[in-house]
């Protein structure tokens, strides 16, 4: 079974504050996903990777910055975190060749 | 641009009843469409997935969806609901490359005893 675990399943911190956010999965997948889920939204990608070192950005980068230095950890990063990034952040991974991306439990975030 | 809809926010139905969730996708090629599930606190978890081919697709849970591609659709459905089914269920469809996802906004399904 493919396994996306996220470090915490809740984080409240305060604005101003550096956040990371870190993902590990244990099917030696390329692909890895940061996404954040609102209310009314879905999910919105921020950032994916598709190999070590290599990152692009998604649909809502401003504000995030990401980190590959490992094939199974991706971590999601706020420089300065604001209020409005108060959010579920959910990381998931793919393989290079498949299909389906496999979901961690997400971390709910509050910006104090 | 592509997109997803799912014009349904909230829908109630009651336990034993059929479910029928709307998805409806904007796409230039044939798309890979997907359906995914989310139980309170937790992460997505795959329904189903269609590719190519028969465009009725099983997944699991006893969910189905079917692709037409005239009407622009991929519908989920159940024929009898079971109270563990109250969830918020996600369409998605597979954008470029990098199996990147776009999601629809959800449907919240809550179940009456």
């Known amino acids: 079974d493919v396994k996306v675990t996220q470090s915490s399943r809740y984080l409240v911190k305060r604005t101003g504050e550096k956040v990371f956010l870190e993902c590990v999965q244990d099917?030696?997948?390329?692909?890895m996903f940061w996404y954040r889920q609102d209310p009314g939204l879905g999910l919105r990608l921020i950032y994916f990777s598709y190999d070590v070192k290599m990152k692009e950005k998604g649909d809502i980068p401003e504000g995030y910055s990401v980190s590959r230095e490992k094939k199974e950890r991706f971590s999601l990063i706020l420089e300065s975190a604001s209020t409005n990034q108060t959010s579920m952040y959910l990381c998931a991974s793919s393989s290079i060749a498949g299909d389906t991306q496999y979901f961690g439990p997400g971390t709910r975030l509050t910006v104090l | 641009a592509q997109s997803v809809t799912q014009p349904d926010i909230h829908i109630t139905v009651s336990e034993g009843a059929s479910l029928e969730l709307r998805c409806n996708y904007s796409?230039?090629?044939?798309?890979?469409l997907f359906w995914y599930v989310q139980s309170p606190g937790q992460g997505l978890q795959l329904l189903l997935k269609y590719f190519s081919g028969d465009t009725l697709v099983q997944g699991i849970k006893g969910f189905e969806a079917e692709f037409k591609r005239s009407q622009s659709s991929f519908n989920l459905r159940k024929p009898s609901v079971h109270w563990s089914d109250a969830a918020e269920y996600f369409c998605a469809v597979a954008s470029g490359g990098y199996n990147k996802l776009i999601f629809g906004a959800g449907t919240r399904l809550a179940v009456h005893p």
């Open positions: 796409y230039g090629a044939t798309p890979y």
């Open positions: 099917m030696d997948h390329e692909n």
